[in-house]
């Protein structure tokens, strides 16, 4: 199982990115896919992953509205697509998948930590 993350970046604020995870070894439509993010000095966080059964969605509030996760099997990657972007959304994304937890948002606000994780790629908004 190995995740590759890329399309980080620098931009101004209300500006957009699209971070990809190419996934091998398995199908992206074998397990779910998430999106994590770790700032400097702050826990890592889960923000939207994608359901492996029925391609259903999940946002942490933080990005609900302004980032679309997605997938395309032909290219095996999952992709999210950050509009808006806030200086506050400057971290270090990783995609992550899971063999038993299921795409959801927990009562915490979050994804929940997957298991299986990518080398991260940097996203810089400034304002």
């Known amino acids: 199982v190995q995740l590759q993350a890329s399309g980080g970046g620098s931009v101004q604020a209300g500006g957009s990115l699209r971070l990809s995870c190419r996934a091998s070894g398995f199908s992206v439509d074998s397990y779910p896919i998430g999106w994590f993010r770790q700032a400097p000095g702050k826990e890592r966080e889960g923000i939207s992953c994608?359901?492996?059964?029925?391609?259903?969605?999940a946002y942490a509030d933080s990005v609900k509205g302004r980032f679309t996760i997605s997938r395309d099997r032909a290219e095996n990657t999952v992709y999210l697509q950050m509009n808006s972007l806030k200086p506050e959304d400057t971290a270090v994304y990783y995609c992550?998948?899971?063999?038993?937890?299921?795409?959801?948002?927990?009562?915490?606000?979050?994804?929940?930590?997957?298991?299986?994780w990518g080398q991260g790629t940097q996203v810089t908004v400034s304002s």
């Open positions: 994608i359901s492996n059964s029925d391609g259903s969605t």
């Open positions: 992550a998948t899971d063999f038993e937890t299921r795409c959801t948002v927990e009562s915490t606000g979050w994804i929940p930590r997957y298991d299986y």
